[in-house]
């Protein structure tokens, strides 16, 4: 028999990455069985078939290589050199032989649980005397572990390991703090293609392009990826994924409000040569986000924020103007929202002084610039609560966006400005997420801020050098909105205006009511729909209720996807020289989406459907369409047309389709009209693997 020594490495034959169990064990299978895709800090499992060759391990030096990113270096940890041990090592790369034949080596290959993310390529050198030879195995991707306990992204608990990494499906809340909308969301994170357009993301950043590989010696950090994926979700200062428009026309791209997923979003993308796909609005910047660093596997959830401050110049008051006639005037830069989302990511932060790990809050909504770039994030939950603007990244903008004080001021026609309103509790309302193995809504408000009006509240709020609204002495005058909750889109929207007189005296007073066009995250200027007035005797200690109407043929124009009306009351008493303000945002309901299954729901066969829509508007509505998406379920999108739908008639269609994954999977289905759009709908279902 010959020696070792007369074969090279590159007698290496064939390389089999066992990508299907390898895969199962780290949790990608679902993304492909195909090629190999590990979580760092993990084992797996390779055998390299030789043409002949006898491994000796106390004869042969071999190592394995594994290299990522261009100009591979060992300085730069880019390039790891790592001989074949005894055991596995946990902290750093290593592998071992667990057998060896005369033509075949099998080894178990640990990767370091701080390596960098991304594409690798692995091959085996063996040294000679008089030659170091080096043969190539083939290529796997490394992803992040929220499963390795040494890894800054681990997560202890696997019901939010599966939410928050696995879970393609999800809820996003939308609407206002008074009437909160869950819009079904397909996230589709392991969908063919979506994990090579997250690396080319990466590839695309403007630090990539410029340094490429510096970028790449910074990919073991999730805090520099998150960084990274917030600039690039926007097209801002790069080749972002979304353009962000917030006023009509859309006519050139997608209504925000039309999306159902991210993969629609991100191959458009990819396939357009990385031009920005428009459009995009909060909530679609915010799950294409969450798309992206939980196919990285980054733990990451949607979170809405309601009655949200956009504080521009940092002085954390909002401050808002009106006319006389209760008509916002939009002079002031900054602005609240009726909801605002963002994401959070989960990471320890070895880059800040203890007690900032866990939730982080990210914001690829290009709102103002950070470090020079249109990004927000990560910042620590942990610090917005407690007020450390001192902490990176961008902790004193999201602390303003849920703490901000409101300021109303009314300008008189003559130009005089009078404070009518101050509020400390307006912004930042039901902070909410999508529950860990459900639909339901949590509030997670108080992970960002003390309760309205405790002690820890104040100290916060000093901590911060947050400039309080000094409390105020009881109006003698005032006034309150309520409507008939719940309004239906199509109905009539009644309106009382409570005006209260404490004083001992009548009092006579104009009331002025206006309702108004209002879009989520600002007012629509002189959009209009209706104006009231009337004069009114309040008499002593009395409270006089004044009721309005709006019908559908007032309002109908005017709505769109949020179906969102601001309702504003000025009462002026002119002889005691003193005013009171109200405002009420409401959103109106659409009609409801029904879906039935009908049969079984096995892997690979036909899944049949029934979906339901009643039209309870009182108008006709034409060019009907549902579209259909679903991770797992359907490759893309499917349509199926209606035509038009008289007042009060009833359509039902069926759609099949044969599911490819198996597990709870979310249909949504999307109802279009030239009228009333973007109505959403769902219903989880759950493919089960059927008998082999």
């Known amino acids: 028999m010959a020696s070792n020594a007369d074969y090279a490495v590159q007698d290496v034959r064939s390389t089999d990455f066992h990508c299907e169990k390898n895969n199962q064990e780290h949790r990608t299978s679902e993304i492909s069985t195909k090629r190999l895709i590990v979580r760092r800090g993990q084992p797996f499992h390779i055998t390299v078939q030789f043409n002949r060759y006898q491994y000796d391990p106390d004869v042969d030096r071999l190592k394995l290589v594994a290299q990522t990113g261009p100009n591979p270096s060992e300085t730069l940890g880019t390039k790891i050199l790592f001989s074949l041990s005894d055991t596995i090592n946990e902290r750093r790369w290593s592998a071992v032989a667990v057998s060896s034949s005369s033509t075949k080596l099998s080894l178990n290959i640990h990767s370091a649980p701080n390596a960098k993310i991304g594409r690798y390529t692995l091959a085996l050198q063996k040294i000679t005397v008089d030659q170091t030879v080096i043969q190539p195995l083939g290529e796997f991707v490394v992803l992040f572990n929220p499963w390795c306990s040494e890894d800054e992204v681990f997560l202890s608990d696997a019901g939010q390991q599966n939410e928050y990494v696995l ?160 008509m916002e005037l939009e002079r002031s830069d900054d602005s609240i929202w009726n909801f605002h989302v963002w994401v959070e990511s989960w990471m320890a932060r070895y880059d800040l002084r203890p007690g900032n790990d866990g939730w982080q809050a990210l914001d690829p909504t290009p709102q103002e610039k950070s470090e020079g770039i249109y990004c927000c994030g990560p910042a620590p939950v942990k610090a917005i609560k407690e007020g450390d603007t001192d902490i990176g990244y961008d902790v004193p903008f999201i602390f303003a966006e849920v703490n901000a004080d409101c300021e109303t001021w009314v300008y008189s026609k003559k130009g005089k400005k009078l404070k009518v309103d101050a509020d400390t509790r307006q912004v930042g309302q039901r902070i909410s997420t999508k529950s860990v193995g459900s639909d339901d809504r949590e509030d997670i408000t108080n992970n960002y801020k003390y309760p309205e ?194 007042p009060g008639e009833v359509i039902t269609k069926e759609a099949s389709f044969i599911p490819k994954k198996i597990g709870l999977k979310k249909l949504t289905v999307d109802f279009d009209s030239d009228s009333l759009k973007d109505v959403k709908g769902y219903i989880n279902i759950d493919i089960q693997a059927g008998e082999k």
Request: hydrophobic fraction near 35%; charged fraction near 25%.
């Open 453 to 646: 009006g405790s002690a820890q509240e104040r100290r916060i709020f000093e901590l911060a050098n947050k400039r309080r609204v000094p409390l105020k002495p009881e109006k003698q005058l005032q006034l309150h909105l309520k409507t008939n909750d719940p309004i239906y889109n199509g109905t009539n929207v009644k309106v009382s205006a409570v005006i209260s007189n404490k004083k001992s005296v009548k009092r006579v007073c104009t009331l002025k009511i206006s309702a108004m066009k209002k879009k989520y995250n600002q007012s629509s200027r002189q959009k209009c729909i209706k104006k009231y007035q009337q004069e009114i005797n309040v008499g002593p200690s009395e409270d006089k209720t004044v009721e309005m109407e709006l019908s559908y043929a007032e309002y109908g124009e005017f709505l769109d996807k949020y179906n969102l009306i601001r309702l504003t009351a000025l009462v002026i008493d002119g002889e005691e020289n003193e005013s009171v303000f109200s405002l009420r945002d409401i959103s109106l309901i659409n009609p409801k989406i029904a879906i039935q299954v009908r049969g079984v729901t096995m892997l690979s066969q036909e899944v049949l459907t029934e979906i339901s829509f009643e039209n309870i508007l009182p108008t006709a509505l034409t060019s009907c369409v549902f579209t259909l998406e679903g991770a797992g379920l359907i490759d893309g999108q499917m349509e199926i047309r209606v035509g038009t739908l008289n």
């Open 167 to 326: 879970n393609e499906q999800g809820i996003i809340f939308t609407g206002c703090s008074e009437y909160i909308q869950p819009l079904p969301w397909n996230f589709g994170q392991f969908e063919d293609d979506i994990l090579d357009i997250c690396l080319k993301i990466l590839d695309n950043s403007p630090k990539h392009l410029k340094n490429p590989t510096k970028d790449c010696t910074r990919r073991s950090s999730p805090v520099y990826i998150c960084r990274t994926v917030s600039a690039m979700v926007n097209c801002n200062d790069d080749n972002g994924i979304l353009f962000g428009k917030w006023d009509d026309p859309y006519t050139d791209g997608v209504y925000p409000g039309k999306w159902n997923g991210s993969v629609a979003i991100l191959r458009q993308w990819n396939s357009s040569g990385c031009q920005p796909v428009c459009y995009g609005q909060c909530w679609v910047f915010a799950a294409v986000a969450c798309t992206v660093l939980r196919c990285l596997g980054i733990p990451t959830r949607v979170v809405t924020n309601f009655e949200s401050a956009h504080d521009t110049n940092g002085n954390l008051i909002i401050e808002s103007e009106y006319d006389e006639e209760g």
